[in-house]
């Protein structure tokens, strides 16, 4: 699934590929952010980012889809 962060201050979104579940990845930032602590995000190469939580502006979790693979109507 697809991950948009926002980030205060900048004007530039990161986004990111995840196989993190939708409900665990929201409850995993929903304790950073009461806890103000750091989010951390692994996407599917590999790529770890770092967010602060104080600085997080939004976070767009995008729906669960499988990718379709050949043709359709």
């Known amino acids: 699934m ?3 962060i ?4 900048t004007q530039r979104e990161i986004t990111l590929e995840t196989d993190e579940d939708a409900k665990t990845l929201a409850a995993r930032v929903e304790e950073k952010i009461q806890s103000d602590g750091l989010l951390t995000f692994t996407d599917t190469k590999g790529r770890q980012v770092y967010v602060p939580s104080a600085s997080l502006g939004y976070l ?3 729906a669960e889809t499988s990718r379709r693979v050949g043709f359709s109507a």
Do not use: F, R, S
């Not at 926002?6 to 201050?9: E, N, S, T």
């Open 6 to 9: 926002g980030v205060k201050q």
């Open 60 to 62: 767009e979790i995008g």
């Open 2 to 4: 697809e991950i948009k």
